[in-house]
């Protein structure tokens, strides 16, 4: 069955256009009242409702906005497109206004990365929250992160490097909101650690790495597991990691670099042969090496992840042990 309405109903609700465009709903009426992008049918009541010709409308309005178009210069190019013979509208539009086209995706990736990719660079928030939302209860937070989350933070990160600073508000804009999620996602609230049971997990970026989602990510994995963590986030010094390992007797610590540069083997060794407890039966904690600064290193005895499901599968067991 087609998605859209024969010519004789009475069209789409803008809420079920908004979900196919990636946009909110509260965006599409901002549009029609400022712009006149809006329906040719309105229901009783005065609800609007949009037939396919609206709709082609609208696409084309979030094309070129998501190219960097003006949203003004958008809706006239938007509502004259279907007026004039097909030439080359997004693009001649797009080069007046300075633009240099949409996030480098690919073709292998879900709908949900173009839908959020396009809301991100018009930097509507609203719809970038709501659909990184959706993905998360659509998809669970493991497959939202690595099927949704990351191939947008890349498309997104590609784009910054490849243009400048110019995209550099559309990152912080993704990356703010991604962490936001993250943290609403964990269902399970661990209030502390079972008295004489295993210490919590300990995630931190090595000195000098500032990413810190992917930690996150996984900070938010272990309490929907109920096991418990302390997130230290980026850029974390050699002195305070040691000491909070001594402090806690953590079962594992979770290393994360980004970059090749930040990766220190020295730094992984040193945590894992950080001992406490009393003397005859002190302890130390399982390193676990996280992102792509770890790789081609060489590091027997230390734990490799693959990706976030295996992470939680290999922490869950060693906090189990």
């Known amino acids: 069955m087609s998605e859209f309405p024969s010519p004789d109903d009475a069209g789409l609700a803008t809420g079920a256009v908004a979900r196919r465009l990636g946009v909110a709903p509260t965006t599409l009426r901002s549009w029609d009242r400022r712009y006149g992008i809006g329906p040719a049918v309105r229901a009783d009541g005065g609800h609007r409702r ?3 010709g609206d709709v082609a409308v609208l696409e084309e309005m979030c094309r070129l906005t998501s190219s960097g178009v003006p949203p003004a ?3 006239r190019a938007a509502k004259g497109a279907a007026l004039r013979p097909p030439a080359e509208p997004v693009r001649a539009v797009a080069e007046r206004s300075g633009a240099s086209g949409a996030l480098p995706l690919g073709g292998d990736v879900r709908q949900e990365c173009r839908g959020l990719a396009r809301a991100a660079v018009r930097l509507d928030a609203p719809a970038v929250a709501e659909q990184l939302a959706a993905a998360v209860e659509r998809h669970g937070l493991t497959g939202a992160w690595q099927d949704v989350m990351v191939p947008t933070l ?3 990160g590609r784009k910054w490097a490849s243009s400048g600073d110019r995209y550099v508000e559309v990152e912080h804009l993704l990356s703010w909101h991604v962490s936001t999620v993250l943290r ?3 269902r399970t609230v661990v209030t502390g650690d079972a008295a004489g049971g295993p210490g919590p997990v300990v995630l931190a970026c090595v000195p000098g790495e500032q990413h810190s989602l992917p930690l996150e990510a996984l900070d938010a994995g272990l ?8 997130m230290f986030g980026a850029a974390v010094p050699v002195e305070a990691l040691t000491a909070a390992v001594r402090r806690l ?3 594992a610590v979770v290393l994360w670099a980004q970059a090749r540069s930040t990766a220190s083997l020295p730094l992984a060794r040193h945590v894992a042969e950080t001992r406490w407890g009393v003397t005859g039966a002190r302890r130390a904690p399982a390193v676990v090496l996280g992102g792509p600064g770890w790789a081609g290193l060489p590091a027997p005895g230390l734990h490799r992840p693959t990706g976030l499901a295996d992470a939680l599968t290999m922490l869950a067991g060693v ?3």
């Open 50 to 52: 949009w037939r396919p």
């Open 73 to 75: 210069d958008a809706a």
């Open 154 to 156: 890349h498309a997104v």
């Open 184 to 186: 609403r996602a964990t």
């Open 223 to 230: 309490g929907r597991l109920g096991v418990p963590a302390r």
């Open 249 to 251: 007797g953590p079962v």
């Open 319 to 321: 906090y189990a042990t």
